[in-house]
Structures are given as structure tokens and as C-alpha cells.
């Protein structure tokens, strides 16, 4: 994978309080601004490496970069970093596994982050007080892996928060979603994948939330715990997969029921 600087954790520290500006190169005809990556076989020793306060500027969500990529990077974490301004913020490659983000922001992007096929990959990703927002597209996840949220803002993401296209577990726990909602915040498409939010707050903007929040054509979700702002749809999903709610608090609607499922058509219907 061709990048614009490479860093080979095993080998070299991790610039600290620093400024990485790739805003000037729009031109640049590689994909990927900074890879980061290590050599040692022995991949838990890569826990005592980390990023910390660093901003990673990229040259506009138009152009199609990537951001960060970290491959073969198991237990590497994150503290306090923004990357912002890439057509994709932050992509996993094979081999990445038990990966800490703390207090990291990603905005102003396509893909705020993009977890594609992957080998050996996606045991155990975990993001604490981090901030995704002002994007076009949220996580994307095509793997199997393993998402997990803990205190984490998503906010004005035009399309999906989480498109889910493959037999990925994601797990919120005590999030705030802002969104005008203007598509659904969750996509799944697979028998395997599995969505969980407990103890968050989702916020529609007034005079926006018609649309009904999950569109989960196979997969299981569960809600416990949450509260949810100027919710107008009766529904809190489209499609056949699985959806257990329970003690949730709507408001702002008139503290209307919302039911988890809308309804299939009868089967005479297809046939009218």
C-alpha cells in the first residue's frame, strides 16, 4: 500500500503534539497519507505504543484519500488525535486487533472510518469519549469484526451512522446521535451482524425524524435503556431481522408509542 509516510511502530516512536498537514496535496496520487504499522512479530508488545495529541489535516473529503491506515498493528492505541478533512478518516487493515481510541475526533470526511474484508482482523476495536461528525458517511463495516463505543458522540452524519454489510457486533453504551436523519442510522444487510445501544440518547433535529431510525433487513438489534428526541415515525425499523426493545423514553412527539417493527405486507398484497 503506497503512503505518503509510513511508520513502523516497532522501530520508531510516534510523534507527539504535533500537526501532520496534508492539506496542500491534493495531487498526491497515492490513496493513503499516513500508514502506520509494526514489524515485531510479537504483536502484544505493541501495547506501550501510541499517538498521542496529534491533528492530521487532510486536503478536503473531495479527493478521495485515505487518512490513517493501521495494519498489523494489534494493541496500538490512540489519545486524543483529530484527522479531519479525508475522503476516508480512518481504515483498518489485516491484522489489526484490540486497538484503544481515547478522546479522538474524526470530522469533515466521506467515511469517517472504513472496516473492509480483512484477514486475521477486528477482535475487540474500542473508542472511549471519541467524536465522529460533519460527515457525509459514517462506519462503514464490510468485516466481521468487533466495534465497541463507550461514551462516544455521532453527530450530522447525512447518511448511515453504521452501515453494516457484513456479521459485525457493534456496541454502544451511553452515546449521544444528533441527525436530521435524514437516511436510516443503522443498515444491516447480514444474518450475523448484531447492533446493541444501551443508555444513549439519540436527538432528531425538530421538524426532521420522519424516517424510521434502523433498517435491518436480517440481522438482530437491541435497544435498552435509551432515550429518544422528536421521533415522528411509529417505528423504530424497517425490515424482517430481529429488534427487542425495552425501557425506552420517547420525547418530544407527545409521548406517543413507537412500535420496534413496521409491519410486513400481507402476502396477498404482492399478489394484487
Known amino acids: 500500500m503506497h ?3 509510513t511508520i513502523d511502530i516497532a522501530t520508531h516512536d510516534i510523534p507527539q503534539n504535533t500537526v501532520l498537514d496534508f492539506s496542500d496535496e491534493r495531487d498526491f496520487n497515492g490513496t493513503v497519507f499516513l500508514f502506520i504499522t509494526s514489524t515485531d512479530w510479537e504483536q502484544y ?13 487532510g486536503p478536503g473529503r473531495e479527493y478521495g ?29 489485516n491484522s489489526t486487533w484490540c486497538n484503544s481510541f481515547f478522546g479522538c475526533s474524526i470530522y469533515r470526511c466521506n467515511n469517517i472510518i472504513d472496516y473492509p474484508n480483512s484477514v486475521g482482523s477486528g477482535e475487540n476495536i474500542r473508542f472511549f469519549g471519541s467524536t465522529f461528525f460533519n460527515s457525509i458517511n459514517g462506519i462503514t ?10 461514551s462516544c458522540a455521532f453527530d ?16 454502544l453504551n451511553a452515546c449521544h446521535i444528533e441527525s436530521k436523519l435524514e437516511k436510516e442510522l443503522v443498515n444491516m444487510d447480514s444474518d450475523w451482524a448484531h447492533f446493541s ?4 440518547t439519540t436527538w432528531f433535529v425538530p421538524g426532521h425524524g420522519y424516517g424510521t431510525p434502523f433498517q435491518n433487513n436480517s440481522g438482530n438489534i437491541i435497544l435498552d435503556n435509551n432515550v429518544i428526541y422528536n421521533l415522528k ?10 429488534i427487542n426493545s425495552k425501557n425506552m423514553r420517547y420525547l418530544g412527539q407527545g409521548n406517543k408509542y413507537v412500535y420496534d417493527k413496521k409491519p410486513s405486507r400481507p402476502w396477498w398484497m404482492f399478489w394484487s
Not at 508488545?45 to 489535516?57: F, P
Not at 463495516?141 to 463507550?150: Q, R, T
Not at 452524519?157 to 456496541?171: C, E, L, R, Y
Open 233 to 242: 415515525s411509529d417505528y423504530l425499523q424497517e425490515g424482517n431481522g430481529n
Open 65 to 93: 484519500h485515505v487518512g490513517v491506515v493501521i495494519e498489523e498493528a494489534a494493541f496500538f492505541s490512540m489519545q486524543n488525535v483529530i484527522i479531519r478533512g479525508f475522503g476516508t478518516g480512518l481504515l483498518f487493515g
Open 45 to 57: 508488545k505493541n501495547a506501550t505504543k501510541s499517538m498521542r495529541n496529534v491533528e492530521i489535516i
Open 197 to 200: 445501544m444501551r443508555d444513549s
Open 156 to 171: 450530522y452524519i447525512h447518511n448511515n451512522v453504521f452501515d453494516i454489510k457484513s456479521g459485525a457486533t457493534v456496541f
Open 141 to 150: 463495516i464490510k468485516h466481521g469484526a468487533s466495534l465497541n463505543f463507550h
Open 3 to 5: 503512503a505518503k509516510l
